[in-house]
């Protein structure tokens, strides 16, 4: 214990020295760095603190330092969180890299493929995307159709991807493709490769948001070095499970890490709603914030108390699931309560005549709704519980 409190010290005062001023204010959408290639830093401060925070392994502290990070244990990784939280310090990198695909590659990826991809990933060097789904294969992700073909001294991959988050801005691309066309779920292989090279095609799809945050993704004859397939042949389909938990565990947390300036549900109240004696007026109003906050609360406090059973290797198998459905479903009623509270003030998409805040307030709203479709359905996270969970037959 007094070891541990001996890094929070520490690291409490290297965040106090090292965290610009600027980046201790809430993070704006366009203000969020995502690293890569082609990254723009519209803070200037942003790249001195990521730079500054990956010299120090922070971007992924429980990483091997050998791999980017600073080896920290649970229990220190929490209190850097906690004292990161303490001083409101920006979040200096978002990264599927660092949510999805670096726990794959630590698991099942080779020496090699994690020297050369994971300390990238931990300096935001490389900016990742996700090929999984396809227009024929959504929740059935099995049925996926793109084919990698071996071609002697390289692969030969062709078909297409839906729903790629971001694939117009990323570097490279992890990528379930179909290597054996005589059985189903075996016949997956789990393949990286540049989003750079020739036959690679992105096409944004705008949301009813208003924002391009997904994209349909083409491959022509692309070719790929056969260093580039992680886990074996036909192996895939284990490593896309797995990534599919640590995914559904990152959108789980979507309401309580991201949401640009838009304040909490209960700031929101105090703003807009009458108060009598330092509390909301409506009594169901009142009611219906104070206990999403409790459940926001206990829903952290779940998430940090799996955290811990995860280390000791007592956790459920279903978490990733549960957390993915409560804490969509979660996000989805929060920003129907702070649309109630807000009013019409909320309904503002552009105009003089709404602040910035309430614009951004009516489009996190709408793309609040894709929480529960993307990363698989609440109905598939449902299924899932009943079957693992509950024991409950087909």
Same mark, same amino acid.
């Given at each position: ?17 090292? #965290? ?18 082609? !990254? ?21 502290? %429980? ?111 992890? #990528? ?12 997956? /292989? ?15 799809? %705008? ?5 391009s945050v997904f994209c349909e993704t083409f491959f022509t004859d692309v070719r790929v070095p056969k260093d580039n397939l992680v886990g074996g042949l036909n192996q895939g389909w284990t490593i896309a499970k797995e990534l599919l938990q640590h995914e559904r565990g990152m959108i789980a947390e979507i309401g309580r890490t991201i949401g640009g300036t838009v304040p909490p549900v209960d700031v929101v109240a105090q703003h807009y709603l009458a108060e009598e004696d330092g509390r909301i007026a409506e ?18 406090? %779940? ?11 007592? !956790? ?55 929480? /529960? ?22």
């Amino acid at each position: 214990m007094q070891a541990l409190e001996e890094f929070r010290a520490e690291a409490r005062a290297w965040l106090e020295e090292n #965290c610009p001023p600027a980046m201790r204010t809430p993070l704006p959408d366009e203000e969020r760095v995502w690293g890569g290639r082609k !990254a723009t830093f519209k803070n200037p401060d942003s790249k001195l603190w990521l730079e500054r925070v990956a010299a120090r392994g922070w971007t992924v502290p %429980t990483w091997p330092v050998e791999y980017g990070g600073a080896g920290l244990d649970a229990d220190q990784a929490q209190v850097l969180r906690e004292e990161m939280a303490r001083l409101k310090c920006r979040q200096p990198l978002a990264s599927f890299g660092i949510w999805m695909l670096g726990p794959v590659l630590l698991k099942y990826g080779s020496e090699a493929q994690k020297r050369e991809h994971l300390p990238k990933i931990a300096r935001g060097e490389i900016r990742w995307c996700q090929g999984y789904s396809e227009p024929g294969a959504g929740s059935d992700l099995a049925s996926l159709k793109t084919r990698c073909e071996d071609q002697g001294d390289h692969y030969l991959i062709n078909g297409q991807k839906i729903w790629t988050s971001y694939a117009n801005y990323a570097d490279w691309i992890f #990528c379930l493709v179909r290597t054996d066309t005589s059985t189903k779920h075996n016949g997956i /292989s789990f393949i990286l490769f540049d989003m750079a090279s020739a036959g690679v095609e992105t096409r944004p799809i %705008t949301l009813i948001s208003g924002a391009s945050v997904f994209c349909e993704t083409f491959f022509t004859d692309v070719r790929v070095p056969k260093d580039n397939l992680v886990g074996g042949l036909n192996q895939g389909w284990t490593i896309a499970k797995e990534l599919l938990q640590h995914e559904r565990g990152m959108i789980a947390e979507i309401g309580r890490t991201i949401g640009g300036t838009v304040p909490p549900v209960d700031v929101v109240a105090q703003h807009y709603l009458a108060e009598e004696d330092g509390r909301i007026a409506e009594p169901a109003l009142r009611d219906a914030v104070a206990r999403h906050v409790m459940k926001d609360r206990a829903f952290g406090l %779940t998430i940090r108390r799996a955290a811990q059973e995860s280390e000791t290797g007592t !956790a459920s198998g279903g978490l990733s699931s549960m957390f993915k459905y409560y804490g969509t479903e979660q996000n989805k009623a929060k920003f129907e309560l702070i649309m109630k509270c807000a009013g019409h003030n909320a309904l503002g998409w552009a105009g003089e005549g709404f602040s910035d805040q309430e614009i951004e307030i009516c489009r996190t709203w709408l793309r609040s709704k894709g929480n /529960s479709i993307e990363g698989g359905t609440s109905e598939v996270q449902l299924n899932v519980i009943a079957k693992r969970v509950l024991g409950l037959p087909d």
